[in-house]
């Protein structure tokens, strides 16, 4: 089957330490992008990718990092910098120069948590 | 600066009847339009699309009216039924001649089916 994973499900994070969330897709899609979400607010991006190698900062990224050093892969990390970490992560790829490139899919998600 | 609003936090509809989501957007130059739908806990999910050079799009029983003069879009499903109690978020990808690789989404509005 086609499609987005994200892991873990839940992930907890102690004061100053980095985590990794990982997000893999086997659509062969070019593009990928990671969300925020907070309770009552919409999706914010955090950083998102065309291609390999490559990847810009969205409207959200400081206290983030990202790498793409393969298609199918853009794992996020969660820095100590980022001070309010606690959310609902979500992964989404596209493929934007395909007809009807603008629908990105969404991974089911990884929800941190600061102990 | 929120360029698609979703005003209506929330919203309540009998079984069987029609559910209205309402979104609307600032920015003149956006020329396509998507709603998602999401469940808690989970990545939100395609719904439906249209193009800004159609006022409508049909789905089953979703509906999407564009009415560009107003800049508004509905998404209309009739008959409402339990499974789609959900969260709606609706988008719209970067217009030209910027790249449709970002989506800006709107805050969402949390639709409840009461049997």
């Known amino acids: 089957d086609g499609g987005i994973t994200q892991s873990p499900k839940y992930l907890f994070r102690k004061e100053g330490q980095n985590v990794t969330l990982s997000c893999e897709q086997n659509?062969?899609?070019?593009?990928m992008y990671w969300y925020r979400q907070d309770p009552g607010q919409g999706l914010r991006l955090i950083y998102y990718?065309?291609?390999?190698?490559?990847?810009q900062k969205g409207d959200i990224a400081e206290g983030y990092s990202v790498s793409r050093e393969k298609k199918e892969s853009f794992p996020l990390t969660v820095t100590s910098a980022q001070k309010n970490p606690t959310a609902f992560y979500l992964c989404a790829s596209s493929n934007p120069r395909d007809r009807g490139g603008e629908t990105q899919y969404f991974g089911p998600g990884t929800r941190l948590l600061v102990l | 600066d929120q360029q698609v609003k979703q005003n209506s936090p929330s919203l309540s509809v009998q079984e069987g009847r029609i559910s209205i989501l309402n979104c609307d957007y600032t920015?003149?130059?956006?020329?396509?339009f998507l709603w998602y739908k999401k469940y808690p806990a989970e990545g939100p999910t395609f719904l439906i699309s249209?193009?800004?050079?159609?006022d409508k799009n049909e789905d089953g029983r979703f509906t999407v009216f564009l009415n560009k003069s107003a800049k508004h879009l509905s998404l209309h499903i009739v008959p409402s039924q339990p499974g789609d109690s959900a969260v709606y978020f609706c988008?719209?990808?970067?217009?030209?001649?910027?790249?449709?690789?970002?989506?800006?989404f709107g805050t969402g509005t949390r639709l409840t089916i009461i049997p």
């Open positions: 920015n003149s130059m956006f020329d396509y």
């Open positions: 990718s065309q291609i390999v190698n490559d990847f």
């Open positions: 659509l062969n899609h070019d593009a």
């Open positions: 249209i193009s800004s050079i159609k």
């Open positions: 988008a719209a990808p970067n217009p030209p001649p910027f790249g449709n690789e970002k989506l800006t």
